[in-house]
């Protein structure tokens, strides 16, 4: 998929239609306005390079059916032609145009949807996730495109009447009730020129993202339209009038409730969920056992601040935080007061399907929510995937699903990227994914957060985040970096800057955080109640932390496991790095022990004390690394 090229076999098939006639003329300016708006929302809303691509290719050729229906009919109107349908049949149809704009058939589906929606009066029952942003992104660029078409071409042209004539007519009842109500206006209710117009102006209520309403704002289009013309009508100016205040402040309005997550730009899968989880797996404990009254007065107070979900696992504490869950949660709330999500851990221990399946059965009795919220293959990627393919824990699912047992299906992962993709490609079925995703991983060549999150995104699948605190250590920064936040804003913690990162991303269903104690939860309720998104500078503070972690000394390992191959000892060579690199980075001593046992025994690999320094390992690695002096070091921090 390449625009350019899809370009010039869009001006080539121009070639066949009269260039010089005002209508096309219009149509060809129009379209290459669509596609300067798609790449401006696309470019705001963070999307990949691939979805950027299609974007403008689905702008380029959202219309194309237009200049058919010109020749034919010389007119722009509905009832000579469905354009969008002929659009799609033209592309899709007999001819199979598409494979001249885009040669490949991958995004088929994505582009034929959005442009065979890119009309419609509403925007319903799209239910694939990426078909549905393109479906979204094509819709506001066709709307954005029109403030300008509006503001500068001749009231003739587009409405068939002179301005005076326009701003003589009166609006009719029904027209006027569903603007100042916040409704679009129907092809149907238009009778005179002012309807016509009045339902161009109501545009603004159909836009999806807030990229698109950052751009009427910033271009004043809502001003800029209505004072196009004056209303010689009194009642049609004072409509006018109410019209212009109830329109800016519906822009403005819309935006904030964006950012809140209460508008249906914000909501994934169908639901209203505050961008705060919690995570219980790192519940307060009682000695060896989850303190249960503490862990309920958390709960109640979590639930009273408004939050809702809940994320447990079969495997959090041998299935203690399940019955946790039920004792404090579940017995003591209404069903639809919250969200319960848990994961089925196939590799842990499930000798076969049965066994395997089972594990759904014991965390529903355990419980006792008598379905889940959402339900997710516990910790897929490395070689735990192919528990769930040989158990077949996929189908296993999704007909728990069709029985209500389940009401979304996704799975949480702790890969790469190219894993993830994969996987995804496999399984459209997928709803959603859990990703560890933090700022001072975001770039990190071992865990890929920004890939990952990119990789989600490129397949339309919402995100839920987890670890955005990486397992506590940017609650507790090295000071270098405390001192840039707290430069920034001494009242912030630390922890408030991970998880407003983790927030701030596009796409995020909700963000998890394991709170151990009232005062966690104090800290993370006073900023994500009234959640906003972080600034542009804050962007940038948070960019400066990133580089100093960056900073610290690490050892720069690839994680290309050349060495691994032909060490006699079998050792988890890079994964030993990892697990150093936490502790030097993060000063993470706990977190590094955790990761560094199982990296190395949990994976079946030798630990960094059983090297017999042959230096086999230093002759392939390409980075040069001293492993051998390395691997000591980590041994006498790591071990023992
Ligand atoms: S030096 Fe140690 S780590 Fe390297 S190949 Fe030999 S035994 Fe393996
Ligand atoms: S060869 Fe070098 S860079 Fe590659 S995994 Fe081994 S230590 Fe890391």
Redesign the pocket.
């Known amino acids: 998929m390449d625009f350019d090229s899809a370009k010039q076999v869009f001006e080539k098939y121009l070639d066949g239609y009269d260039r010089e006639n005002d209508k096309v003329r219009l149509k060809i300016v129009h379209t290459y306005g669509v596609v300067e708006q798609s790449a401006a929302i696309a470019g705001r809303l963070g999307l990949s390079q691939e979805d950027k691509e299609l974007a403008g290719i689905i702008a380029l050729l959202h219309d194309i059916g237009r200049f058919e229906q010109l020749r034919r009919f010389d007119s722009f109107l509905p009832d000579t032609m469905d354009h969008a349908s002929y659009g799609v049949e033209l592309l899709f149809g007999k001819q199979g145009m598409i494979r001249r704009f885009v040669p490949e058939d991958t995004w088929d589906g994505v582009i034929r949807t959005a442009i065979a929606r890119h009309s419609d009066f509403a925007l319903e029952g799209i239910t694939d996730g990426r078909e549905l942003m393109h479906a979204r992104i094509i819709r506001d660029a066709d709307k954005l495109d029109n403030c300008r078409v509006k503001l500068e071409d001749d009231f003739e042209t587009f409405l068939g009447a002179p301005a005076e004539e326009v701003s003589l007519s009166a609006i009719t009842p029904k027209v006027r009730e569903d603007a100042l109500a916040g409704r679009s206006i129907l092809s149907s209710d238009r009778v005179t020129p002012m309807d016509y117009w009045v339902s161009y102006l109501v545009y603004f209520y159909d836009l999806n993202y807030r990229a698109s309403l950052d751009i009427v704002e910033e271009n004043d289009y809502v001003r800029r339209l209505i004072h196009r013309i004056p209303y010689l009508d009194p009642d049609t100016g004072r409509v006018m009038e109410e019209l212009e205040n109830r329109l800016i402040k519906y822009v403005s309005e819309a935006k904030k409730r964006i950012v809140k997550g209460e508008d249906k730009m914000e909501k994934y899968l169908g639901e209203n969920i505050p961008k705060l989880g919690f995570g219980l797996m790192r519940l307060p404990m009682d000695g060896e056992k989850i303190d249960v009254a503490r862990t309920q007065e958390m709960v109640d107070r979590f639930l009273e601040e408004g939050f809702c979900y809940f994320d447990t696992a079969y495997g959090y504490n041998d299935g203690e935080s399940e019955a946790v869950a039920k004792k404090v949660l579940v017995d003591r709330y209404p069903r639809d007061r919250f969200l319960l999500a848990t994961k089925l851990p196939a590799w842990a221990g499930a000798k076969n399907r049965e066994e395997a399946e089972r594990m759904f059965y014991t965390s529903l009795e355990r419980t006792g929510a008598g379905y889940f919220d959402f339900y997710l293959l516990h910790n897929l990627g490395q070689e735990r995937t192919r528990f769930f393919d040989d158990y077949d824990i996929w189908n296993f699912l999704k007909e728990r699903k069709k029985e209500g047992l389940i009401r979304h299906l996704g799975f949480s992962m702790h890969d790469k990227a190219e894993a993830l993709d994969r996987i995804l490609t496999e399984h459209p079925e997928m709803e959603f994914v859990q990703l560890q995703i933090n700022y001072a991983d975001w770039e990190d060549p071992d865990i890929e957060s920004r890939k990952c999150y990119e990789t989600a995104r490129k397949h339309g699948k919402p995100v839920i985040i987890m670890e955005p605190v990486k397992g506590g250590t940017l609650a507790d920064p090295p000071r270098e970096v405390k001192e840039i936040l707290a430069e920034a804003d001494g009242n912030a913690s630390p922890s408030s800057w991970a998880i407003r990162f983790a927030a701030s991303l596009d796409g995020v269903i909700t963000v998890l955080s394991g709170m151990s104690n009232m005062e966690q939860m104090e800290d993370n309720l006073s900023y994500m109640k009234d959640f906003a998104p972080l600034s542009e500078a804050e962007q940038q503070v948070i960019k400066r932390a990133r580089d100093m972690y960056a900073s610290f000394p690490k050892?720069?390992?690839?994680?290309?496991?050349?060495?691994?191959k032909g060490c006699p000892k079998q050792i988890g060579?890079?994964g030993i790095?990892q697990a150093y690199n936490l502790y030097t980075m993060y000063h993470d001593l706990s977190g590094a022990r955790h990761k560094y046992q199982w990296n190395t025994e949990g994976r079946g690999f030798a630990k960094a004390s059983a090297c017999i320094r042959c230096g086999k390992?230093e002759q392939?690695?390409?980075?040069?690394?001293h492993?051998r002096d390395?691997l000591a070091r980590a041994a006498e921090a790591l071990e023992g």
């Open positions: 050892i720069p390992c690839t994680s290309c496991a050349y060495c691994m060579i890079h790095f390992c392939v690695c390409p980075q040069h690394i492993i390395e």
